[in-house]
């Protein structure tokens, strides 16, 4: 299966920055490689593949500083972003506000890549496959097609630290996942996402269940976000 790579801008680089690392993907046309900048710079990268970051679960309405999906396709994006950690962390984003989130971005015809990850603690309990299981569960409640939706699977704990679990755990995890889903799909794709640079992508790169990566901090250099995704062709 063709790798997919994303590049989670997150909220960095101002309008400068972006022209410069638009004119640095001109060479790569790949529908399965997507940037998700901020809001306000999905168009600058357009006809490319592009997400957004996050959507509200209305298509319309008096709901001052959201942004729904509806408005999002209507500008010609693709994707959404959806669950992401700092989401359900910052800012309050419970599964059930994710599965609404996820249903109006599927009714509006995006692509979703929901974002799933056990803490620190979980971890070190040895509850991340429940943890991953309840994710999905309620994050996916009454949505049975599975088809425009992607996981990305994101240790809280490996995001921004520099630290990833080893590549054996990532493919018991990614498994875990896939067998979970396995009644609604056979083919989903599953990502990894937490602190992937170019030091070890060459070495997750290996691991065999895993159909891409989301990449935050390495992606705010374009070069550095280009050459993670050479090494995956
Ligand atoms: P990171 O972020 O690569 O900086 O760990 C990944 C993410 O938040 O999607």
Redesign the pocket.
């Known amino acids: 299966m063709t790798k997919t790579i994303?590049g989670?801008l997150?909220m960095n680089l101002s309008k400068t920055d972006i022209k410069e690392y638009v004119k640095e993907l001109r060479e790569i046309n790949d529908e399965n490689f997507i940037i998700a900048p901020a809001f306000i710079y999905l168009t600058e990268f357009l006809p490319k593949a592009v997400s957004a970051q996050n959507c509200y679960y209305y298509d319309e309405g008096a709901f001052t500083g959201e942004i729904s999906p509806k408005q999002l396709k209507s500008i010609g994006v693709n994707y959404v972003?959806i669950g992401?950690?700092?989401r359900r962390q910052h800012f309050g984003e419970t599964d059930e506000i994710i599965n609404q989130k996820i249903k109006a971005a599927l009714q509006n015809d995006l692509k979703i890549i929901f974002?799933i990850g056990d803490t620190l603690l979980q971890y070190e309990q040895k509850q991340t496959n429940k943890i991953i299981e309840n994710q999905l569960r309620l994050g996916l409640e009454n949505i049975n097609n599975l088809d425009n939706i992607m996981i990305?699977y994101?240790p809280v704990w490996?995001?921004?630290?520099g630290k990833t679990p080893t590549n054996s755990e990532i493919e018991l995890f990614l498994e875990h996942i896939k067998k979970t889903l396995s009644k609604k799909s056979s083919k989903i794709k599953v990502l990894y996402?937490?602190?992937?640079?170019l030091n070890n992508i060459k070495h997750l790169n290996q691991i065999s269940n895993c159909d891409g990566f989301?990449?935050?901090?390495?992606?705010k250099s374009v070069i550095e976000l280009k050459k993670i995704y050479w090494e995956t062709r």
């Open positions: 994303i989670n997150k972003i992401h950690s700092e974002c990305a994101e490996a995001i921004g630290s996402g937490g602190s992937v640079n989301l990449v935050g901090g390495a992606s």
